[in-house]
């Protein structure tokens, strides 16, 4: 069974700063994983993800996250947030063995960007 | 492109009333189908998934079920609603291969 943790519910930020949105998993086996964001009243739509090769994947609107397997993290960052990142945002991994490809999410970390 | 709807958007129902939320995919064959529901404080919970027509999975034990007439058709259902049914509910579809799941609008269930 796999387990993710966002450590931070809330992470409040000024327009235009870094930001670094953390996520650790844990895992008896490999596996994928992903980043999805959440608007109000919305779906979720995927930010990135990470399935093999380099281990810093870019992503939709300027994201990034790097994946690190000995600390099985796997950390968001946008180098200069706008207003409109304000969103909930949602790690998520699954098992590589399974054909079905269940998703495994964290709790969310809901990210306010003010002026 | 692939495109997933789910209906109705919003919907309040009484304690004991049954439930249908209606899930499609267009654009795609054999995808699979995720339900999962998103209730305040407790992120994203997988309800149910399915590989095929008629082939169900359920993850988590509850007075809720799902159904797949259609290749593309995925509902979820209910005879009697609790007020703990309460609840964002998400349809998502994959295709065997890509390991990414497309998540739907949502519908908002509240039970009163």
């Known amino acids: 069974a796999q387990s993710v943790t966002q450590l931070d519910s809330q992470v409040p930020v000024f327009e235009e700063a870094p930001v670094e949105l953390r996520c650790n998993y844990s895992?008896?086996?490999?596996?994928?994983l992903f980043w999805y964001v959440q608007y109000p009243n919305q779906g979720l739509q995927l930010l990135l993800k990470y399935l093999s090769g380099s281990t810093l994947v870019k992503g939709i609107n300027g994201f990034e996250a790097e994946f690190n397997k000995s600390q099985t993290s796997f950390h968001l960052r946008k180098p200069s947030v706008h207003i409109s990142d304000t969103a909930e945002y949602f790690c998520?991994?699954?098992?590589?063995?399974?054909?079905?490809?269940?998703?495994?999410f964290g709790k969310g970390t809901m990210l306010l960007v003010s002026p | 492109s692939q495109t997933i709807h789910q209906w109705p958007a919003t919907l309040v129902q009484p304690v004991g009333s049954p439930l249908s939320l209606e899930c499609t995919v267009e654009?795609?064959?054999?995808?699979?189908l995720y339900w999962y529901r998103q209730a305040a404080g407790r992120g994203l919970q997988l309800l149910f998934y399915s590989v095929g027509i008629g082939q169900i999975s359920s993850e988590v034990p509850q007075n809720l079920s799902a159904s797949r007439p259609q290749d593309r058709q995925f509902i979820l259902s209910s005879k009697k609603l609790l007020l703990s049914d309460s609840g964002f509910y998400l349809c998502?579809?994959?295709?065997?291969?890509?390991?990414?799941?497309?998540f739907g609008p949502g519908t908002r269930l509240t039970v009163l």
């Open positions: 895992s008896s086996v490999s596996v994928y």
């Open positions: 998502a579809w994959r295709i065997t291969g890509p390991n990414t799941q497309y």
């Open positions: 654009g795609t064959s054999n995808p699979n």
């Open positions: 998520a991994v699954s098992d590589r063995g399974k054909g079905y490809s269940t998703l495994t």
